[in-house]
Every structure is written in C-alpha cells, then in structure tokens.
C-alpha cells in the first residue's frame, strides 16, 4: 500500500519534466535493471535432479550438469570466515557448508569457475555456502542423500549406470 502511495505521489510531481537530463534516468534505469537481474540469478536453487545429473548453480551464469554416477554423497561442513578490516578478533565467524563429493575418477568435474560469495568448486567437493541458500540442517544433507540415492537405483533400473 505504502509503495502504491509512494508511486502515485511521484507520478503527480512528474519529475521527467524538470531538467535533469537523461544521464541520471538512464543510470536509474540500468541500476534498476541490474538489481532485479541480480535478484532474479541469485534466487535460483542452488542444485537441482534432472534427469540423469543434477544441475549445480554457483555461478551467476553458469549451470553445470554433473553425472548421477559420479556424485558420492552429501554432508555438512563448514569453514572459518575471515575477520571484516578494523575487526579487532583473532579469528572469523564460523560458516555452515553444504558439501557434495564427487568421485575421484571424474577428473573432468573435479574444479570450476563458481562465484565464491556463493560457494567452491575444488578438488573434487562442491562447497555450498550456507549463508546464501536453505537452511542446512541435518534433514536436509538425508534428503539429498536419500534422493540421491533413490535417482541412482531408478538410473539403475533403466538401464543406466
């Protein structure tokens, strides 16, 4: 209601009439259009089954398909956060983390390029950052788990690997 208000109060005072030129309307614009992208890229889950992979987002546009067959398992981890500048602590805050292992036979899916705000892709584990997705929790790594699991058995059944 406020944001309806707000809109109308600015539309009444026309402020495209007054001249400011269109430099700041066109940098208004574009910051509107790079936050909403921002928010649309940075809301899409982070893994999700398709098919025979799952697909893994930590990247804002890339989507890499990693093979059901090569995915060991998932667990909770976590690492130290270092300190913000002028932090007067010795250490940082500690960070949930999701980490999917892959085999270390799949040399090819073994690193990529990722956003680190959102997570790592290194030597074998992907390390999902625990600040930027759902809630970890230990339900959730059995989940995933369980779903992995039941993925690979119905490949399985098909015919796959």
Known sequence: MA????????LASRPWS???GMVPWLLGGGLGVAGVA????SSRPRIVLAGQGLRVHLAPA???????????????????EPPHPG?????GERVRT????IAERAVEHAERPTLPL??????GSVTFDGRWCEPLSIDLVRRLNRDLTTAKRAA???GGT
């Open 3 to 10: 944001a309806a208000l707000l809109l109308v109060v600015l």
């Open 18 to 20: 007054r001249p400011v």
């Open 38 to 41: 921002g928010l649309i890229l």
């Open 62 to 80: 890339r989507v890499e398909v990693v093979p059901l067959e090569i995915v060991e398992c998932f667990f909770l981890g976590s690492r130290l």
């Open 87 to 91: 932090d007067v602590r010795t250490g």
């Open 98 to 101: 999701l980490v999917m292992r």
């Open 118 to 123: 959102w997570g790592a892709w290194q030597e």
């Open 156 to 158: 399985a059944a098909r």
